[in-house]
């Protein structure tokens, strides 16, 4: 029996089919363990509790997808800091994300916060979950939002198209070039899904109008069609797979381009549009 499992963050578990999703048809058993607005330190621990759940094998296939080292996660198994889950991991993306300002606040960020110690756990985390992955000895592979090294430095700033100052990590900070090896496998390592996408002139993002209800703003986010393109010439490549679209992938591309249509940019009547058409999909919360 296949088994296939994703982790990661918005970027492999969304609002409507991604890469994981489209992936996991291939399989007779698939997890989606991403959730938005995870960290690293999150993923790495919902590892560690998939493999105490489902006692990964050499059979099975694991995709990573690392996030921003902005990100900061810890666990709760009640509602006392509710946020968007109610139980388990209480994050919302980046620390200086304005939605996050009450939580860190400058006082937390002065006393907790030091940019070249979160880039380190982020190091940290990659090579545990690569250790863990060797001694189970299943097929895995490692992809991240960005390029890890820049340090967010190439997200886009605009609509399209990366930074053009951008940093190294290596360069910038050689006290970190120790962490090197953690890429030195290359043919373990996908393109990045968010670079990929925002330098992929194929397809356009999906755009939805802002909450003044009059100018629109580009979701970050891959497209369904920037997904499965991802899929085709990233993930199948990398795994040796037939690179042809499922039956089941090339209803959601068409499904989801017409809930794209008929939801005329507005973010939440296509969210809803999605679900309610896709109904041999599912993104539900997984684990603690």
Not at 219 to 227: E, L
């Amino acid at each position: 029996m296949k088994r296939f499992y994703a982790l990661g963050c918005s970027f492999t578990n969304y609002a409507w089919p991604t890469w994981a999703d489209m992936l996991g048809t291939y399989y007779d058993v698939y997890e989606n363990w991403a959730y938005p607005g995870l960290g690293n330190r999150a993923i790495t621990e919902r590892l560690a509790e998939l493999h105490a759940r489902e006692n990964l094998t050499k059979d099975d296939t694991v995709i990573i997808q690392w996030t921003s080292h902005l990100r900061h996660d810890w666990h709760a198994n009640d509602t006392r800091h509710d946020t968007h889950v109610g139980v388990g991991w209480k994050t919302s993306g980046s620390i200086f994300n304005y939605i996050n300002s009450t939580l860190y606040d400058d006082k937390w960020i002065k006393t907790f916060w030091d940019e070249n110690s979160y880039v380190m756990h982020t190091f940290n985390n990659i090579i545990l979950a690569q250790n863990l992955l060797n001694a189970v000895g299943c097929n895995w592979r490692m992809t991240s939002m960005g390029y890890i090294n820049k340090m967010n430095s190439d997200y886009p700033d605009s609509d399209h198209g990366e930074k053009t100052n951008t940093v190294d990590v290596w360069k910038d900070v050689p006290a970190l070039s120790l962490y090197k090896k953690i890429f030195d496998d290359k043919s373990k390592w996908l393109k990045p899904v968010g670079s990929y996408a925002w330098n992929n002139k194929n397809y356009d993002h999906y755009k939805f109008k802002a909450d003044n209800g009059f100018s629109f703003v580009y979701d970050k986010h891959p497209s369904v069609n920037q997904h499965a393109d991802y899929l085709k010439n990233e993930v199948l490549l990398s795994l040796n797979t037939n690179q042809e679209l499922s039956t089941k992938v090339k209803n959601w591309i068409d499904t989801c381009k017409q809930c794209y249509k008929d939801s005329h940019k507005d973010f939440d009547v296509f969210v809803e549009s999605v679900d309610k058409n896709i109904v041999d999909w599912k993104n539900d919360y997984r684990g603690f």
